[in-house]
Nanobody
Framework: QVQLVESGGGLVQPGGSLRLSCAAS????????MGWYRQPPGKERELVAV???????NYADSVKERITISRDNAKNTVYLQMNSLKPEDTAVYYC?????????????WGQGTQVTVSA
């Protein structure tokens, strides 16, 4: 099994920045895509950004130009740099990793980290 450990959430003022990290660990496996989702209060979980093993990225329209996803393959870690944060970015942010072992595909989620944007 793969374990995901998230860090970096917290309270920030509008216009501020936060950097989320998610490190994957476990027995021998291959990581495919890594991404971040979020669930605002009272709403469904939604995609924020995803990065493929080759480095290609995809972002939700609401966060383009403000948020950057990156990964360190040597550390099995994905990052989410969030700038110019808005109150509507307030949500629980979840790391997601799609991985495989012996040809079998798996999908794992982190425990979630709270991001609150408020004055």
């Amino acid at each position: 099994q793969v374990q995901l450990v998230e860090s970096g959430g917290g309270l920030v003022q509008p216009g501020g920045s936060l950097r989320l990290s998610c490190a994957a660990s476990g027995t021998i496996f291959t990581i495919n895509a890594m991404g971040w989702y979020r669930q605002p209060p009272g709403k469904e979980r939604e995609l924020v950004a995803v990065i493929a093993s080759g480095g290609s990225t995809n972002y939700a329209d609401s966060v383009k130009e403000r948020i950057t996803i990156s990964r360190d393959n040597a550390k099995n870690t994905v990052y989410l740099q969030m700038n110019s944060l808005k109150p509507e970015d307030t949500a629980v942010y979840y790391c997601n990793v799609k991985w495989s072992r012996s040809g079998i595909l798996f999908n794992s989620w982190g425990q979630g980290t709270q991001v609150t944007v408020s004055a």
